[in-house]
């Protein structure tokens, strides 16, 4: 059986937890006024988040496990990386949608996985909470021309960033708690299993037969002889 793609390596969402946690720290707290700047690093994240979801794709290979939807975040991230650093020199109205739909499409994707892909209901509240804040504050950024000029977006932007990073990090340590209870349950199975098939192999042991006492011998009784009724002459 394919396993999903929320059961991917714990490392691979605490990583991208990182990346995105620096990247959020750095956007509030980083007084950077240059708008060029911030794409720039905006870019270069979603181009590195992209790269590990490419690392999760190949490995996903190698086990014979579900990448599609690896392949398309993959390809969404990077995708959306290369277009804001190819237009850099442009207004900020075009990164403000860019970013805005960014975090619109993956907050999608994030209700998608936790609806679809995921069976606990930690890991579902998880996922699709995060999307529909994801989907939120899209909308907001869209929807707020005036954060343009002053490039406030980027800080709703990396505001979401925090939270998804933060929630790529519960979700990895609670991914690698998961991995460990079902490799013990999986042990255990395998433990029982073996013993059943012992046991079905292994042949009943047979009750003791009572031998039959042995006959004694008859001594047969030679036929008597029959007296003769002739007269003698």
Known sequence: MKRKYVDSHWLIFAVQGVFMLLFGWF????????????????GTVLLGLGVIELFNLLRRTVLKETWGLSLALAVFEIAVAFTLLFTLDMNSVLHLA???SYV??????????????VDDRTDKFIWT?????GCIMGFVILN???FAESIGFIKVFG????????????YGVHNN???KILKEQRTASA???????????????????KKAPAKKLVAKKAPAKKKSTSRKK
């Open 98 to 100: 860019i970013i805005a």
């Open 27 to 42: 956007t509030m707290f980083a007084n950077v006024e240059s708008l060029n700047t911030l794409v720039a690093v905006i």
């Open 177 to 179: 708690d998961q991995a």
């Open 104 to 117: 619109v499409v993956r907050g999608l994707l994030e209700i998608l996985i936790g609806l679809r892909s």
């Open 191 to 209: 433990k029982r299993s073996a013993s059943k098939r012992s046991a079905v192999r292994k042949p009943a042991a047979k009750a003791p037969t």
């Open 144 to 146: 707020s021309e005036t």
């Open 159 to 170: 505001s979401y960033m925090m939270l998804a990073g933060f929630t790529h990090l519960i």
């Open 129 to 133: 909470g995060l999307g529909v804040i």
